[in-house]
């Protein structure tokens, strides 16, 4: 694992020395980002969240002081938006502060059914100022997770597994997602077009809906739209770096570490030398495995995903888990590289990396381990992909650089590492 | 064949199912396991255009949705659809993509979630099913064992 930092240049040893608990980075753009169990469930402990990287948001009624913390927020670069749990009497989140309510030019409610990997999301999209350290984005929209004033919509439902509880199964098994990734916001242009119209492009992630708590798929101008908080700041807002320490290979109880907002805008986030990967319009780069063999061109970096996720046991040789939990099994630790490549097939950086049993990692109880994997069957003819996820991060610091922003390392949408 | 005249009542009752049926379309016309005619229904329903492609062994019914996610309907020659992939920036509807199998990929995916935030491999003897991907790129494909014709590996789906 020592490896796994050397190869991708770990720590830029210059203006960002953050890394390896060496000089943890401070200031009013770091907010403090721990690697534990997760937020208490019902019964008072930990759910049980395994390589979940957390952070405390701040969200007030915009423009008041009259605000909630809520804890254990998930930090993903693998989506964009912030998204609460609410405290309704069913998900079991922390969100009690009574925010306003979104509204479309019609004066009805804004509602979302927001896609994640194999899920949704659901519940109305509503106004607040959101606070990380010192950094504020004003009056912004965030998704507030609940069933509890409009019931999900059957076109909703298609969109697979409802992730509507803190626990229960599927649990979110935290209290909200912090989505900092590649995009202003979570649809973009697209979900701004009349649904109604006969070509519309309109995924349908936003619906409008009536007092009668009726809700139909609309239309949603982009200002309106679920954002990027981090977009939003008045400064310090082209992107992220996520800093977190090496862990043993046995994995750690609990890592602390750091989500740092700018990338070059201040003595503490610069670039350092890190690698610059561009990345297309869907935010994916090439990976190649083992270096110089297959190319792999759907690849993403995604805090949110829990493990490095790859091809499948028999591609690679790796025996699945017994329990079929999607985790690799091997006897012993394997130690592989990839190289990693922009998309549009330059530059490169070669990446190592160790998978180890899950089973036996799950059983010393830890929460972050640098050597989960699994297998990822994104088999798309342009989409077969590594799925980058947190165990990817420790030991390198994790820029994500958002679309059409300014940086030292040129326009973004980039990840660099 | 016995010639039957329908009663006026009967024939009010097929006049009002039938505009039953005109008004609401029946749901779940979904590929997966059905027959070619729901190609055309979901290609009607994603605003899409359709291209039809393939050999001896099986025919590819290619879609590209008006939200950039394309999908593609494998068929036996004799029209059953055997499998289904798409890819784009969001998931196409997959109770109607699915249809008769979206519960069996709803029950895999609540197996897979607690404790795993990654990627959905899941294969049981009635359905294999693999999601991947993120906001803006999704990826995924499912196929039913016992329909696959003879000779067809399953990578050939995707």
Sequence with gaps: MISAAAGCGGDSGGANPGNNGITPPNGANVVAMVVDLGPSGSNGSPVGYVNGAFVTVTVCVPGTSNCQDIDHVLVDTGSSGLRILANDGKAGGKLTLQLPQQQNSAGNAIAECA???????????????????GETASGISVQVISEAVYPVPASCESA???????????????????GVGLFRQDCGQA?????????????????????????????VALDAQVSNPVALFPADNNGVILELPLVPSTGAATVTGSLVFGIGTRSNNGLGNATVFPVDGSGRFISDFPPN???YPGSFIDSGSNGIFFLSSSATGIPDC???????????SVDL????????GTPSGQVSFSIANARTLFATNNSAFSNLGGTNGGTGRGGASFDWGLPFFFGRNVFTAIENASTPGGTGPYFAH | MRIRIFSGLERLCLLILAALLLVFPRPGLAALGGDLSSVKKDQARMKGSLQVSGGDRYSVHEMKAATGTTIREYATPDGKVFGVAWEGPWRPDLRQLLGA??????????????????????????LVIETSGHPRAFYGRAFVPDLVPAGVEPAEIQ
């Design chain 1, 191 to 219: 979900c701004a077009v009349d649904p109604g119209l006969p070509a519309s492009g309109n995924p349908g992630l936003y619906y409008s809906c009536n007092r009668a708590g009726q809700c139909a798929e609309a239309a």
């Design chain 2, 101 to 126: 199998y979206f519960g069996d990929y709803q029950q895999a995916a609540k197996r897979k979630r607690t404790g795993h935030n990654g990627p959905l491999s899941s294969a049981t003897s009635r």
């Design chain 1, 293 to 295: 063999g297959t190319e």
């Design chain 1, 337 to 344: 590289s990839a190289m990693n490549r922009g998309a549009s």
């Design chain 1, 160 to 178: 697979g597994v409802d992730e509507d509880m803190l626990a229960g199964n599927p649990g979110l098994l935290s209290n909200g997602i912090l």
């Design chain 1, 115 to 133: 896609q994640f990997l194999d899920g949704f999301t659901w519940g109305p999209v509503q106004r607040a100022d959101v606070r990380l350290a």
């Design chain 1, 322 to 332: 017994p329990d079929s939990s999607g985790f690799y099994c091997p006897a012993t």
